[in-house]
């Protein structure tokens, strides 16, 4: 097992553990919100989530054998340390598309990672952008993982679903689908989006 992969699962550890100050696994079955309330979805029953920030991570058997995540990301400042790359205002869903594209391969630990699918799609009945990609992971792995996301209110949406491409990939993908069906950004940013349009 390598080194990231040990620290890993200490941190996995750490956080399963019922610590009143810092984050912990609960059960996330039904409607959730995020602090932020900026926007709600519907998390699968037997699933538990991250509980104590403001981004959402979701697993059914813990977050190295299945994983949803939910990220919002302003346009205008750096998405990651890797690359300038940025996403900015009136960009098209392929623009954004590429962007994110850019961000997850010049991530550490995406070795010989290989786009899959690049195409539309819609979240929360938004246009917006699909992408699929293998790539394995430190322990060499082989990996899978979707992802969707769609610009509203000067924020992308991004929902993120990997997994081991052996199994747990295509077993849980239906569940996922399900999850991202119920994804509804809140009010606000729903108001300035065609506001801007």
Request: with cysteine; charged share 20%.
């Amino acid at each position: 097992m390598s080194a990231t992969r040990k620290s890993l699962w200490a941190l996995t550890a750490i956080l399963t553990t019922s610590c009143a100050s810092g984050p912990r696994w609960v059960a996330a079955g039904g409607a959730y919100t995020p602090p932020s309330s900026r926007y709600t979805l519907q998390l699968p029953q037997g699933w538990k989530r991250l509980e104590g920030q403001d981004w959402l991570l979701t697993s059914r058997e813990g977050p190295f054998l299945q994983s949803l995540a939910v990220r919002v990301i302003e346009v205008g400042k750096p998405i990651g340390s890797n690359t300038k790359k940025m996403l900015a205002r009136g960009m098209l869903p392929q623009e954004a598309a590429e962007v994110i594209q850019n961000t997850i391969a010049s991530s550490p630990g995406m070795q010989g990672m290989q786009l899959l699918e690049n195409a539309p799609a819609e979240l929360d009945g938004r246009p917006g952008f699909k992408l699929v990609f293998g790539y394995k992971d430190e322990d060499g792995l082989k990996m899978k993982a979707v992802v969707y996301g769609v610009l509203a209110g000067g924020s992308l949406y991004q929902l993120t679903y990997r997994a081991p491409e052996r199994y747990y990939f295509e077993r849980d993908l239906a569940t996922v689908e399900q999850v991202r069906a119920t994804f509804r950004i809140a009010q606000p940013a729903a108001a300035q989006a065609r506001g801007a349009n």
